[in-house]
């Protein structure tokens, strides 16, 4: 799949497809910049024949200068493969890669000038935290005052300009991963990746360094950053973009909150974060807004574009989000019989599974605030309010 399946146009605005014949479309197309990286039917096959595994298939993506774009899905979807393209260290099997509109497949990784961070720090254990930073400096033969002054400044933008004489075993990991951002930063790459720089740290320490990575994104206007995780709060916290993945293929794309309040499949509702899919059949549809049949319910739920998606008697599904579930006592008007079959508490939240009257045989989810003291078998009144769901495409498998 291409990136076409948008929602927003905002990809299609800078990325004219090539259908396009009309003389707007192809002025349009001669005054758009060149993507910063562009990646075209990339393949990649591991092995031959019976034991081949594709890490990715026909997977295409453009980002612009500046942009940042997260790359999220479960373990083994490709992420890195497609990271590791990029950087040069995974010859595609099929495909091209670009920098700015040139050709670099066949490059070497040192002449792309693209900065790599990875979940392993890498950081040579012998030298100190300034030679580590000046590595890439060195390699490119630099001056050594001109490469003193870049170290102090990558090292400045990572908030560890004192830890230069520190060797690696003297910090901790998020000091480690820090230097491993300056290292990157170092060699000015214009394009910067960074692969699951924040999976070898603690819960705590993540949040704080999500906070210090969009400092630096917001630093570093022009500096093109493509994120890989597996963590759907970074790649909301992080991206202008994010790319959904799946057995190599590329599901979705989009922004954050385009993907996460309008998800175009099914994989993609379930995979950004709890979703409640209801199967219905689509009744009445005007306009952005769809009356539907959830067994012997009626819901009132908005139905993306484009018009004509939507027609009268197809089966679809409806996302509900957890948290726009509202708990309430049984009988107020407006709410459906419900009794709780579980209840978690989450700390800032309780999730609570509710048998929902009229609904078909399934439970639904509920996030109330706080800590909840409804107990298992409880009759409540559940109450969603009108247009909190939102229909997705059945087709393709859930996650
Ligand atoms: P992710 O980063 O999303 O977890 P990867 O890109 O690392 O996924 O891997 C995608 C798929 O390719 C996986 O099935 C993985 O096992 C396979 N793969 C990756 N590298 C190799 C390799 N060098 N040899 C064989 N299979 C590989
Ligand atoms: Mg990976």
């Known amino acids: 799949m291409t990136e076409s399946r948008t929602s927003t146009g905002r990809t299609d605005a ?38 081949a595994t594709d890490a990715l298939v026909d997977f295409s993506l453009r980002v612009v200068r500046g942009e940042t774009v997260a790359l999220l899905g ?34 070497p990784p040192a002449k792309r000038g693209i900065g790599v961070v990875v979940q392993s720090y890498a950081l040579f254990p012998h030298m100190r935290v300034r030679d580590n930073v000046a590595y890439g400096l060195k390699a490119r ?43 990157a930063l170092a060699i000015r790459p214009d394009v910067l990746l960074l692969d699951e720089p924040l999976a070898a740290l603690d819960a705590q320490l993540r949040q ?9 994104r917001d630093a570093l206007p022009d500096t093109t950053m493509l994120y890989v995780t597996h963590d759907q709060s970074e790649a909301l916290a992080l991206a202008d973009r994010v790319v959904v993945m799946r ?23 379930s995979f950004l974060g709890g979703a409640n899919l209801v199967p219905v059949t689509v009744g009445r549809v005007s306009g952005r807004i769809a009356l539907v049949s959830a067994g012997e319910r009626m819901l009132t739920v908005v139905a993306p574009e484009p018009a004509g998606r939507w027609t009268p008697g197809a089966s679809a599904l409806v996302c509900i989000r957890p948290h726009d579930v509202a708990v309430r006592d049984v ?30 045989d399934q439970l639904i989810e509920a996030d109330v605030p706080g800590r909840s003291d409804h107990a298992i078998g409880t009759v409540v009144g559940a109450h969603v309010p009108e247009h909190a769901g939102v229909l997705v495409d059945p087709a393709g498998e859930a996650p």
Request: proline share 5%; no cysteine; hydrophobic share 40%.
């Open 208 to 216: 704080s360094m999500v906070t210090e990575l969009q400092g630096l």
């Open 14 to 51: 800078r990325e004219p497809d090539g259908g396009a014949s009309d003389d707007a479309g192809r002025l349009q197309q001669s005054v758009i910049e060149q993507p910063a990286v562009s990646l075209e039917r990339i393949g990649v096959r591991h092995g031959r024949g019976k034991n």
């Open 331 to 360: 009988g107020v008007t407006g709410t459906m019989r419900a009794v709780v079959r579980s209840v978690v508490w989450r700390g800032s939240v309780t999730r609570l599974s509710l048998a929902i009257d009229g609904l078909p």
């Open 247 to 269: 057995e190599g293929r590329l599901v979705d794309v989009d922004t954050a909150q385009a993907l996460w309040t309008r998800p175009p499949s099914r994989f993609t509702a």
């Open 74 to 107: 479960p373990s083994g979807s490709g992420k890195s493969t497609a990271l590791k393209v990029l950087a040069g260290f995974v010859r595609p099997t099929s495909g091209r890669v670009r920098l700015s509109g040139r050709d670099i497949t066949d490059l």
């Open 141 to 183: 033969r630099m001056r050594k005052a001109d490469t003193a002054a870049r170290v102090s400044e990558a090292l400045s933008m990572v908030s560890m300009a004192a830890y230069a004489d520190r060797l690696p075993r003297e910090l901790s990991g998020g000091q480690q991963q820090r230097v491993a951002i300056a290292r």
